[in-house]
C-alpha cells in the first residue's frame, strides 16, 4: 500500500426533493452571495433552475445567473465568467448541472481571484492558489466533479482539453437529490455510467498494488453499477437505481478508490491513459460525449495493454465478472489467463453496449483519416510518453485508435 | 435508498514514516499551541510521544502533555483535561493513541468552549455547539474515531458508558503511520478488526435498505479485512497487512457504509444493538476489551434477531462467504435460509476465534449472575427497548447475554 493523503471534505446533501434545501444549506454553509452556473438551457426548461432560485431567495442568499456552459466547457466562457463574479462582488460560485457546469464553476472559482490569466492554471504556469467557495446542485451524474479535485477545460484556440487538479476546488457543498436524474435521457445515463466506471478502472490498473481494501472497494462500486444501470434503462423512474447511480458516480472519483494506488504520495493514482485518449476525440469531434468515447476507448486500452501486467486484469475478473483462468491441466497458463482476461473486458463492453453505448469510433461518423491530428494535440497535451499501468508512445496510441474502428 | 447527509472532511496522511511529518501538517492545518492527549504510557515506552513532540517543536507547534487516559475513558479525567485545555490556552486538541486517546480528546475538545459540566452533552441535557480543532496521530487501528462522529465516554460514578455524535467533533487531521502499528499485540490487533467488522454489520444490518453500492462497500471492507488480519497474526510486521488494516479501520466508522441505510436523515445508520449490549459489559469490567466483547455479543446478537428480516443475511452470507441458501429441490426454503444464514454467522465468529477472540463470555471470568446488573445500567442507557433491525427489550437483552456464555 503506497503512501497517500486523501481529504474529501464536501458536505453530501442527499436525497429525494433536496435540491428545494440549496438556499438554506448554501446559508449554513456561509454562502451569502453566489454566480450560478448552468449550461445551455435544460435546467432552465426542467424548471430546476427555477427551484433553486426559489429556495435561495426564501434563505436570503442573493444570486447573479452565468449560463450557457456548453459541453466540454471552454476557457473563453470561463474568461468571462470571471469577470462576471468579479464585477458582481460575489462570495461564492454555484453549479447547477453536471461535470461542465461544474467543472466551469471550479474553474471560475479558481481564476476570479487570480490577476492572471485562468488558462496559466492549466498549462502549469501558474500553481492553484486561492479559490472561491463551490457549491453544486447535482443534475448529471457521471463526471463525479461534484467531489473530485478535477477540472477539465477545453481551449479551441489551441483545439486542446486540459485537466489541472487541487484539493482546494473540491466543492464545500454538494446538493443530491436523485429525482431531478429521472428525465435524464437513456443516452446520457449510459455515458454517465460509463464514465464512472472509467473513473475506477483508471484508478484500478494503475500499474501499482493490490491494495485489498482499496481494490475491493473499486470493485464493489462496479458490481452495484452493473446491477443497478439496467433498472435505469427498464424504468427511468426508478429511485432507487437513480439514487444508487448518483452515488456511486461521486465515489467513483473523490478518490476513494486510488488510495494508496498512486505511486507518489496522493490519492489520485493511475495513469488516466483512456481519458487522455478519449479526451482528444471529444476535443476534436463535440458529437463524442466523453462517456461514450470511453465507452470505445476503454476496452481497446485495456486489450492493448493488459499483458505488461495480468494480474490486476485477474483480481477484477474474478471479484466483477466472477470470471477465473481455467486450471492448468485444461489449458497452458498463459492461454488461460489470456482468455479470463479478455472475456472480462468481453463482458465489461457488452455491459456498455447493452447500455446503448457504441462499440466502435464509427459509430460517431468520424474515420481513422483523424487519428494523425488527434495524436498531434495528444502529444501537446501529454508529452512523447505518457501512462502508469504501461507507458504509451504515440505509436501506441495510434494503435488503440485504430483499434477503437 | 434513504436520505442522508454525509461530511467526513478529515485530512488523511497516510504512510510510512509520517508521523514525523505530525507537526509539519498541523502547522499547515492552523494549529498553533496544543493539548496532547495520551493513554497510560505505551506511547511514551515505544517513543512515539517523543517523536511526535520533537516534530511539534520543529514545525513551531508549542504543546502541553495531558497523558493517563485509560481504556473506556472517564469522564473525570476529561473534566481535568479540560481545565488544563483552559488554563494552558491551547488552540487544538492532539490525541497519541487509539479509540480511548481520540475520544478522550474529543470530549475535551467540545467540553472546553462549554460553561457547564461536560456530562450533559452526554445526557442530552446541553446539544454540541463549539468544539476545538482535533488532531489525531492513530497508533492503535480499532474505534474508527480518527474520522468518526463518534465519542463514548464512560462515567464510573453512575456505572455507566455513554456514546454521543456530531459532526462538529470530526477530526481535521488523521496522521496514519501503519508503521507504528507493527508493536501492536495480537490480541488487541484482533480485537481491533473485530470492532470494525462490528461497525460496519451495525450498519448493515440496520433493517433498512437494501442498498447495492453501500452494501457492497461495506462486505468489500469485510472481505479485506478477513484477507489481510491473517497476515498480521502470522507477521506482526507486514506493512500492506497493517496498512490496509488501518485504512479499513477508518472507513469501517466514518458513516460511508451508512449512507443510504439510516431511517432519518442521516448517514449514521444502525441500531447499534451489539455496541449497546457490549458496552455494558466493559463499563463493568475492565478486563473486557470492547472488541472482544464484541466477538461474543456480535454474532449471538445476530443469532437472536435474524429471523425477524433476513435478506440482509442471506446478502451477507452470500457476498463475504460465498454462502447461498441450496435449492428448494433439496430442502425447504425456511431450511435453507436458516441454515445459510447460521452458517455465515459461524464462519464470522469461526474468523474472531481464529483471531484469538473468545467465544464466550465465561472466557473473560464473569459469570452469568452478572446479567442483572448488566441490564440495569443497559436500561439507563437505552431505555425500556431499542434497536433498529428488531426492537429489543431487556428481556431480549438477558436472552442475548445468556446465550453469550
Same mark, same amino acid.
Given at each position: 500500500?503506497?503512501?497517500? &493523503?486523501?481529504?474529501?471534505?464536501?458536505?453530501?446533501?442527499?436525497?429525494?426533493?433536496?435540491?428545494?434545501?440549496?438556499?438554506?444549506?448554501?446559508?449554513?454553509?456561509?454562502?451569502?452571495?453566489?454566480?450560478?452556473?448552468?449550461?445551455?438551457?435544460?435546467?432552465?426548461?426542467? @424548471?430546476?433552475?427555477?427551484?433553486?432560485?426559489?429556495?435561495?431567495? =426564501?434563505?436570503?442568499?442573493?444570486? &447573479?445567473?452565468?449560463?450557457?456552459?456548453?459541453?466540454?466547457?471552454?476557457?473563453?466562457?470561463?474568461?468571462?465568467?470571471?469577470?462576471?463574479?468579479?464585477?458582481?462582488?460575489?462570495?461564492?460560485?454555484?453549479?447547477? @448541472?453536471?461535470?461542465?457546469?461544474?467543472? *466551469?464553476?471550479?474553474?471560475?472559482?479558481?481564476?476570479?481571484?487570480?490577476?492572471?490569466?485562468?488558462?496559466?492554471?492549466?498549462?502549469?504556469?501558474?500553481? !492553484?492558489?486561492?479559490?472561491?467557495?463551490?457549491?453544486?446542485?447535482?443534475?448529471?451524474?457521471?463526471?463525479?466533479?461534484?467531489?473530485?479535485?478535477?477540472?477539465?477545460?477545453?481551449?479551441?484556440?489551441?483545439?486542446?482539453?486540459?485537466?489541472?487538479?487541487? #484539493? &482546494?476546488?473540491?466543492?464545500?457543498?454538494? !446538493?443530491?437529490?436523485?429525482?431531478?436524474?429521472?428525465?435524464?435521457?437513456?443516452?446520457?445515463?449510459?455515458?454517465?455510467?460509463?464514465?464512472?466506471?472509467?473513473?475506477?478502472?483508471?484508478?484500478?490498473?494503475?500499474?501499482?498494488?493490490?491494495?485489498?481494501?482499496?481494490?475491493?472497494?473499486?470493485?464493489?462500486?462496479?458490481?452495484?453499477?452493473?446491477?443497478?444501470?439496467?433498472?435505469?434503462?427498464?424504468?427511468?423512474?426508478?429511485?432507487?437505481?437513480?439514487?444508487?447511480?448518483?452515488?456511486?458516480?461521486?465515489?467513483?472519483?473523490? #478518490?476513494?478508490?486510488?488510495?494508496?494506488?498512486?505511486?507518489?504520495?496522493? =490519492?489520485?493514482?493511475?495513469?488516466?491513459?483512456?481519458? *487522455?485518449?478519449?479526451?482528444?476525440?471529444?476535443?476534436?469531434?463535440?458529437?463524442?460525449?466523453?462517456?461514450?468515447?470511453?465507452? &470505445?476507448?476503454?476496452?481497446?486500452?485495456?486489450?492493448?495493454?493488459?499483458?505488461?501486467?495480468?494480474?490486476?486484469?485477474?483480481?477484477?475478473?474474478?471479484?466483477?465478472?466472477?470470471?477465473?483462468?481455467?486450471?492448468?491441466?485444461?489449458?497452458?497458463?498463459?492461454?488461460?489467463?489470456?482468455?479470463?482476461?479478455?472475456?472480462? !473486458?468481453?463482458?465489461?463492453? =457488452?455491459?456498455?453496449?447493452?447500455?446503448?453505448?457504441?462499440?466502435?469510433?464509427?459509430?460517431?461518423?468520424?474515420?481513422?483519416?483523424?487519428?494523425?491530428?488527434?495524436?498531434?494535440?495528444?502529444?501537446?497535451?501529454?508529452?512523447?510518453?505518457?501512462?502508469?499501468?504501461?507507458?504509451?508512445?504515440?505509436? #501506441?496510441?495510434?494503435?488503440?485508435? *485504430?483499434?477503437?474502428?
Amino acid at each position: 500500500m503506497n503512501d497517500f &493523503v486523501f481529504c474529501s471534505p464536501t458536505r453530501f446533501v442527499f436525497g429525494r426533493g433536496y435540491i428545494d434545501q440549496t438556499g438554506k444549506e448554501l446559508a449554513k454553509a456561509g454562502f451569502g452571495r453566489v454566480l450560478i452556473v448552468f449550461g445551455q438551457g435544460s435546467v432552465v426548461r426542467l @424548471g430546476l433552475l427555477a427551484r433553486v432560485e426559489e429556495s435561495l431567495a =426564501a434563505a436570503g442568499v442573493s444570486y &447573479v445567473e452565468c449560463g450557457g456552459v456548453r459541453p466540454n466547457p471552454e476557457v473563453e466562457w470561463v474568461r468571462s465568467a470571471i469577470e462576471t463574479a468579479r464585477a458582481e462582488n460575489v462570495d461564492g460560485v454555484l453549479a447547477v @448541472g453536471g461535470g461542465s457546469a461544474i467543472d *466551469a464553476a471550479k474553474a471560475t472559482a479558481f481564476g476570479a481571484p487570480y490577476d492572471g490569466d485562468v488558462w496559466d492554471f492549466f498549462v502549469k504556469k501558474q500553481p !492553484i492558489g486561492e479559490c472561491l467557495p463551490i457549491a453544486v446542485v447535482l443534475t448529471i451524474p457521471a463526471a463525479g466533479s461534484e467531489a473530485s479535485s478535477s477540472c477539465v477545460i477545453s481551449n479551441d484556440a489551441e483545439s486542446r482539453k486540459v485537466g489541472t487538479n487541487g #484539493d &482546494v476546488f473540491r466543492p464545500k457543498l454538494a !446538493i443530491m437529490d436523485p429525482e431531478v436524474t429521472f428525465t435524464l435521457p437513456a443516452y446520457q445515463t449510459a455515458a454517465g455510467v460509463t464514465d464512472m466506471i472509467a473513473h475506477i478502472c483508471e484508478r484500478y490498473f494503475s500499474g501499482e498494488g493490490p491494495v485489498p481494501v482499496t481494490d475491493n472497494l473499486a470493485c464493489a462500486i462496479v458490481r452495484a453499477l452493473m446491477e443497478v444501470a439496467p433498472r435505469v434503462m427498464e424504468d427511468p423512474e426508478d429511485y432507487d437505481a437513480r439514487a444508487n447511480i448518483m452515488w456511486a458516480g461521486m465515489l467513483a472519483h473523490n #478518490d476513494l478508490c486510488g488510495c494508496g494506488r498512486s505511486a507518489v504520495p496522493t =490519492a489520485r493514482a493511475g495513469g488516466w491513459e483512456s481519458h *487522455a485518449i478519449e479526451h482528444e476525440l471529444s476535443a476534436h469531434y463535440p458529437q463524442v460525449a466523453h462517456g461514450a468515447g470511453l465507452a &470505445v476507448i476503454l476496452p481497446a486500452w485495456m486489450r492493448y495493454v493488459w499483458r505488461a501486467n495480468p494480474e490486476p486484469f485477474l483480481a477484477f475478473a474474478a471479484d466483477v465478472f466472477g470470471i477465473e483462468p481455467v486450471d492448468e491441466d485444461l489449458a497452458p497458463r498463459d492461454e488461460a489467463v489470456a482468455d479470463a482476461v479478455e472475456a472480462a !473486458i468481453d463482458e465489461l463492453q =457488452a455491459f456498455f453496449v447493452s447500455m446503448g453505448m457504441p462499440k466502435s469510433l464509427g459509430e460517431f461518423g468520424v474515420s481513422p483519416d483523424c487519428i494523425d491530428s488527434l495524436l498531434e494535440t495528444l502529444e501537446k497535451s501529454k508529452g512523447a510518453e505518457f501512462g502508469g499501468f504501461r507507458k504509451l508512445t504515440m505509436e #501506441d496510441a495510434r494503435a488503440i485508435y *485504430a483499434s477503437a474502428f
